[in-house]
């Protein structure tokens, strides 16, 4: 049985079409899940997608969070769900308080997109078992607000629980602390990255096709729970 | 230590995306007392010595706010009253 | 979320100018000179009206009036495109819709279009530039397409100039800002600095969308009894500067302040637009549709209703205003951003506002359609407009301005660049290469392009610093029977020095060489759009350069077979009596029957064999060369080649299909160097360059003769791509090869330049006078 | 017509780029004494009657504010005050 992944739209969301596209190349179903609906529609995981919710106003993620959808999947995550939130997504999952810290405006105070070489960190998170640990791949970055900030104690809490997922290396596009480009919850069920998994899964389209790892190791992920329950 | 406060806000009749989105959002924390949000920019100026409220303004004028859609207030912090009629919140 | 109410407006209501008032009071004098109306056209409305106008009427005809929205000046010239068009099955929609539409599958349709937003870029550059790309995304939309991309064509001032240090940040943020907010991917555009553009910056946005031919939208207000509602935005007091002479002089309210307010543009409500928007086409609830941009509702009521034919009703209180205290001509003449006025019959109504109410944007019912062949609008109860839409929308003046060859030209073309001095030395040449790949108009926009978001709705196969923005038409699903996903190909081009010298022949270079940049990724041009940047029609010198343009291009079409689509003329560009460089910017799409096959620019492969196409002759008027290393601008530009640019098109078309190329590149400003700097840079990947023994090493790097490329060939391949070019009559000139082990540029026998001084050339200029 | 007026600053260990970026330009402008620059936001609340201080935290607490990275002050505007220590500069 082939997975059910959702996608979160949001007024102002843009790679959420991008997203459901990533999804269905790693060879699961996407499922378009609406900002105004409590209901997730019984997927195995969800996807908050990039953009500019609400367009980003305030500051980026802070008014998605107060989105009906956000109510069951701050429940739905706490419980276990596997989540990925990609630039504007993990902004949310820090707003909601999902994951730890803050996404602030770029040190050098422009939107920045480039092709960005990143160090799998961990490998045990739900979104990137199909990775070596150490491995780099080239995943493109593009946002504003994109420096991840937390308190000494809180990053140290990150490194020292291996939930640092992905680092920048060659280069810091944002000024980030600790070069953290993504990271993850305590149980690593939640994961959160400002690079786009979604726009490297097609060499027609991407600067490589490092992304669809993300996509095909939550599916991985599931089937083992499946297994796991014994279904 | 001498503070000089700007505040700069979109001219009255200039459209505030940012503001209206906060506006709109409110009903969903259950606001509905709020009939319009603005939001411009709070700047605080640290001097050396005494604060200058020529140099603040002309800072003011270049660098802080557009005058084609801005405008700007400034006045010497005087923490004793922000103390009494403010009060912190380090939330 | 509703408008304010009437009874909150009350403040001018007893000096209201209504329909009755304007009878009764016929020699009330009216401020219409100020409104930028001459006697005669004022006389005419009065004829029109049979009175005078109201306030409101006068505001109406002055905007509908206007240059920017009667292309008064123009249409007499503009009707050379459609003359000259060649015929097409492909176009769908062409000149005089919101844009041009083309066919590309069976079942799909692309439709693009260039405007300009050159002088509010100037007064708020943020602003300015970020409605721009609003603006035109709501031409493409009202299309019944999905906008899929953007690009922008740029010209700003000396490199140097501390203003330009103003106006280019701010520009490029305000594109960055809307485009990416918006979702809409940058794939390209130009970044030019010349001191002619000091004062007047050009910012030209174009938008592409992408539709199924089935669901072509028009701007007809046709259907008696149809409902006209107003989508989008609250409506404030942007833009009405120039009716402001109307103010009532009794106005209570506290601001008095009528200075032009600048318009701000919310992208994120025009995502909202463009989604409602799409998701009512498909549900077939639209009957007619048009974008307010200039002249907000003025424009969109009138033309809506003209299309049709029939008359339209409008109760003015009922549209939502940011505002309590505006005034009906004010109402009128706003431009707020992010509205777009909808044809709905009445049983759709419902849906309509429930679609709106999902994505969270404001709709409102303001008025009716009529069959009284009138438009008239009611405000407070009271009629103040009652005209003939036709009168406003199509009837406006038309003028054949007088024209005259600027006396100079003569001198102007003695002056040559050919007789200029040259680097006599191999040092001399190093550093003219080095020097040139570091000025302003030739240097790496890397600092301006990642500011863009070039890859969103994944759809990008091609983007800066490719020679064209490819994109696979994948969004609806296409794929061509036969072959692999469809891909269109866009590059928008200009050259204001060419066009100076000789604006026949440079609106021509311009069109040859966007057409070449399409044609190097391996795509087949299909059709062209235009911007048409120039001074005052008033001065008979500028008309001329106009007319000799618009003939230039339209020739230049029909030589080259694809027709015009539709474009836009920005007149007025000039700071006192000093007119901008001639400039227009030439947008050309292109067609990949199979997407995956596109050629990218730059040196990859190892090996590959580096072949020029096309011939090389002493043509350096106009040139960069001449520009960047002398300051000098004079002589005759380089000489136009169409059947020589289609027959290098062909040869690209083929190869790219049987994958006899790896890359290619376009020659352009800089010549054979620059296009050598830029495919080394691209990857990082060195070549080694043989000149031909009887080239004069100087004329062949730094040239501009048009109908050249690049190309590299794959081992193997050699023989049957030379015999292609044969086929094609197009001289090939074997170059060398794509070496890393060169480490940069290498041209034998003359000099050789690393990688990382090219790089740092290059790439260091904009962070420098900008970062 | 009610207003609160809530002023965001990051938390002073939080780099301000902007801030910084203003501060960096000042000798240009031949300014020399302002030894720091922070910017923040200012919010204007408009209550349809009663300004409700409760409320106006509640929401600066919850929206207008990030507390990992924010503090906010709130008051109620009372123009008068603002009218004589500040000047408006509508440059
Ligand atoms: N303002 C801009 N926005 C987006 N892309 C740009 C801009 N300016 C230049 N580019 C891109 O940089 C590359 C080089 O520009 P240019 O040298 O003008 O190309 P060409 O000479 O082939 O027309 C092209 O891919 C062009 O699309
Ligand atoms: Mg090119």
């Known amino acids: 049985m082939t997975a059910r992944i959702g996608v979160v739209t949001f007024p102002g969301s843009l790679d959420d079409r991008d997203a459901q596209r990533a999804i269905r190349l790693a060879g699961a179903q996407p499922i378009a899940l609406w900002h105004g609906d409590t209901a997730l529609r019984g997927v195995d995981a969800v996807i908050l997608p990039g953009g500019f919710s609400y367009g980003d106003y305030l500051r980026g993620g802070a008014i998605a969070r107060f989105a009906p959808v956000m109510e069951s999947l701050v429940d739905a995550a706490r419980g276990g769900l596997p989540v990925l939130g990609i630039c504007n997504g993990f902004q949310i999952l820090c707003e909601s308080h999902l994951l730890p810290g803050a996404l602030t405006r770029n040190a050098h105070l422009h939107f920045r997109r480039r092709a960005q070489g990143l160090r799998v960190e961990n490998t045990s998170s739900a979104f990137t078992a199909h990775f070596d640990a150490g491995q780099e791949i080239v995943i493109p970055v593009k946002n504003g607000e994109g420096r991840f900030v937390a308190d000494e104690r809180t990053l140290d809490e990150l490194e020292g629980e291996g939930r640092v997922v992905f680092r920048y290396v060659d280069g810091n596009p944002s000024g980030a602390m600790r070069d953290i480009a993504g990271i993850s919850n305590a149980a690593g069920n939640v994961v959160g990255m400002m690079p786009h998994p979604e726009h490297a899964v097609e060499a027609l389209t991407g600067p490589s096709v490092d992304g669809l790892g993300l996509f095909t190791s939550v599916i991985a992920h599931l089937g083992q729970a499946a297994v796991g329950a014994g279904s | 230590m001498a503070r000089v406060l700007v505040d700069v806000m979109l001219k009255p009749e200039i459209l505030d995306p940012q503001g209206e989105a906060v506006a709109n959002a409110l009903p969903r924390l259950g606001v509905n007392g709020i009939t319009s949000v603005r939001i411009g920019k709070r700047i605080e100026l640290e001097f050396e010595g005494e604060p200058d409220l020529d140099q603040a303004r002309a800072v003011a004028d270049a660098l802080l706010a557009n005058p084609v859609i801005e405008t700007f207030t400034l006045r010497v912090d005087d923490t004793a009253e922000a103390a009494e009629t403010g009060e912190e919140n380090a939330a | 979320m509703t408008g304010t109410q009437p009874a909150d407006r009350t403040e001018s209501f007893d000096e209201l100018d209504t329909v009755d008032v304007a009878s009764k009071t016929p020699d009330e004098p009216q401020p219409y000179a100020e409104l930028g109306l001459r006697d005669d056209e004022y006389a005419k409305i009065r004829d029109i009206l049979g009175r005078r106008p109201t306030g409101s009427e006068l505001a109406m005809y002055s905007i509908m009036w206007s240059e920017h929205c009667s292309y008064k000046s123009s249409k007499v010239h503009l009707k050379k495109f459609s003359e000259k068009n060649p015929r097409t099955d492909r176009m769908l929609a062409g000149i005089g819709e919101n844009a041009g539409v083309v066919q590309i599958t069976e079942d799909l349709a692309v439709t693009f279009k260039v405007e300009s937003h050159n002088h509010p870029s100037y007064v708020e550059p943020h602003q300015g530039a970020a409605t721009g790309v609003g603006g035109i995304v709501r031409d493409i939309l009202a299309m019944g397409a999905r906008p899929v991309a953007v690009m922008d064509a740029l010209r700003f001032g000396d490199a140097e100039h501390p203003d330009t240090k103003r106006v280019l940040p701010g520009v490029v943020s305000g594109i960055s800002f809307y485009g990416n907010c918006l979702g809409l991917p940058n794939i390209g555009g130009e970044v030019v600095f010349d001191p002619s553009y000091q004062g007047n910056p050009l910012v030209n946005a174009l938008s592409v969308g992408v539709l199924p031919v089935s669901r072509l939208q028009n701007k007809n207000a046709s259907g008696l009894g149809n409902v006209v509602v107003l989508l989008g935005q609250k409506t404030g007091k942007d833009g009405i500067g120039g009716v402001s002479v109307l103010a009532s002089a009794t106005f209570e309210d506290g601001d008095t302040d009528n200075r032009p307010s600048v318009q701000v543009g919310d992208p994120f409500v025009e995502k909202l637009l463009i989604e409602s928007c799409l998701e009512m086409y498909d549900a077939e609830l639209v009957v007619g549709i048009q974008d307010l941009g200039g002249a907000g509702l003025t424009c969109a009521l009138s033309e809506t209703a003209a299309a049709a034919g029939m008359g339209m009703y409008v109760d003015l209180d009922r549209v939502p205003l940011r505002e309590a205290s505006m005034e009906a001509h004010e109402v009128l003449a706003s431009e707020s951003q992010e509205r777009m006025l909808l044809i709905v019959s009445p049983d759709k109504v419902g849906e309509v506002l429930a679609v709106a109410d999902k994505w969270g944007v404001l709709a409102t019912a303001i008025g009716q359609v009529t069959d009284t062949g009138r438009l008239i609008i009611n405000w407070h109860g009271q009629t103040v407009v009652d005209c003939p839409p036709g009168s406003l929308a199509d009837d406006g003046p038309v003028y054949n301005r007088p024209m005259k060859e600027p006396n100079d030209r003569a001198l102007i073309a003695a002056d040559r660049a050919e007789t200029l001095p040259r680097p006599s030395t191999d040092e001399e040449l190093r550093a003219t290469v080095l020097n040139m790949a570091g000025s302003p108009n030739l240097a790496d926009k890397t600092w301006i392009t990642e500011q863009y978001d070039n890859m969103v709705g994944g759809n990008t196969a091609l983007s800066m610093p490719d020679d064209a923005g490819v994109l696979r038409l994948d969004a609806t699903g296409a794929v061509a029977p036969g072959t692999g ?287």
């Open chain 3, 485 to 771: 996903p469809v891909g269109i190909a866009l590059s928008t081009d200009g050259n204001g020095r060419f066009t100076r010298l000789d604006p026949y022949t440079g609106a021509q270079l311009a069109l040859a060489e966007a057409y070449r940049n399409v044609a190097v990724t391996g795509a087949t041009p299909i059709a062209a759009s235009d911007c048409l940047n120039f001074g005052s029609p008033e001065d008979p010198h500028v008309m001329w350069q106009f007319a000799q343009a618009v003939e230039g291009l339209a020739e230049g079409c029909a030589q080259l077979n694809i027709p015009i689509t539709g474009g836009n003329v920005s007149f007025y560009n000039q700071t006192g009596m000093t007119a901008i460089h001639p400039t227009p910017v030439v947008a050309v799409l292109g067609v990949l029957d199979d997407v995956r096959r596109r050629v990218p620019m730059g040196f990859d492969n190892d090996g590959d064999v580096i072949v020029l196409l096309g011939e090389t002759y002493a043509e350096l008027s106009g040139s960069e060369w001449a520009w960047s290393q002398h300051g000098h601008l004079g002589g005759i530009p380089p000489a136009v080649d169409l059947a020589g640019e289609q027959a290098l098109a062909a040869v690209m078309r083929r190869a790219a299909e049987v994958e006899h190329v790896s890359a290619a590149h376009d020659l352009s400003d800089g010549g054979l160097a620059q296009a050598l700097v830029e495919s080394v840079l691209r990857n990082k990947v060195g070549a080694r360059i043989k000149l031909p023994d009887h080239a004069d090493p100087f004329v062949w790097l730094f040239a501009e003769s048009t109908a050249r490329a690049l190309v590299c060939i794959p081992r193997g391949h050699e023989k049957a791509f030379g015999a292609l070019c044969e086929e094609h009559d197009v001289p090939w000139t074997p170059l060398g090869i794509v070496d890393s082990s060169a480490g940069g540029l290498e041209v034998v026998d003359h000099f050789s330049i690393s990688t990382a001084e090219l790089a740092e050339a290059s790439e260091g200029t904009l962070p420098r006078l900008f970062g």
